[in-house]
């Protein structure tokens, strides 16, 4: 099953409002990745975080590794029409010799012009 | 252009019947990953080759081979085609492992009829 929960899994907002989408385990995380696909397209890869705490930022939008490392979070601030498509977080798991990279079901965002 | 190229783009076939996928990674990169991506079950990992060998196995159903030759291109092998096996399917390459960056195809979308 899912080793990383993201929610909400849809979200609908007017362009200029801000986003966040959240990304939790039950498990202690090594690193986790973000990534944006577009309607129709391929999965983009937008940035890892592998620190405890660690903040990003790219342009208007922020990425945060919490603490314990159980959990992520991207934020969006205003929003824009190319904001929209859905954005995935995936972390890598090791199982023995096994070591595979996890997705979350992904939070598709919808902004209204 | 993220410089994987999967072919073809689009497959449409019968049940029972067997097809294959193809991928040529990005230029340098040793890793390439396959992915299945249907409405309801998101984006799901089926395999790894790193530099011909196989790395990391994920959902992969035992219908599914895929391999990686020399020249580091990949194939995914899907036979005995059911209803449920229609997706889209992604290659994915990476220069190490499940944690760098890696970058997709446009993909390839199957559909048994």
């Known amino acids: 099953g899912q080793q990383v929960m993201q929610i909400p899994q849809y979200q609908h907002v007017q362009e200029g409002e801000d986003f966040t989408t959240y990304c939790n385990s039950s498990t202690t995380l090594s690193n986790i990745q973000w990534y944006k696909q577009r309607p129709g397209g391929h999965p983009v890869f937008l940035i890892q975080l592998v620190k405890s705490g660690e903040v990003k930022k790219q342009k208007r939008l922020t990425f945060q590794f919490g603490e314990a490392k159980k959990n992520s979070s991207l934020h969006i601030t205003a929003t824009q029409t190319t904001d929209v498509g859905t954005y995935f977080c995936a972390s890598t798991r090791n199982a023995g010799n096994n070591r595979k990279l996890i997705w979350g079901l992904g939070t598709s965002l919808a902004v209204n012009p | 252009d993220s410089g994987v190229t999967q072919t073809p783009k689009h497959l449409i076939t019968a049940t029972g019947q067997r097809v294959t996928l193809r991928c040529s990674p990005r230029?340098?990169?040793?890793?390439v990953y396959w992915y299945q991506q249907s409405l309801d079950q998101g984006l799901q990992f089926l395999i790894q080759y790193y530099n011909g060998e196989e790395r990391a196995k994920g959902n992969i159903l035992e219908r599914f081979s895929a391999q990686q030759f020399p020249d580091l291109h990949s194939e995914l092998n899907l036979s005995s085609l059911e209803l449920g096996d229609s997706a889209l399917y992604f290659c994915a390459s990476s220069v190490g492992g499940q944690s760098s960056e890696a970058f997709f195809g446009q993909g390839t979308r199957l559909t048994v009829v």
């Open positions: 230029s340098g990169d040793l890793s």
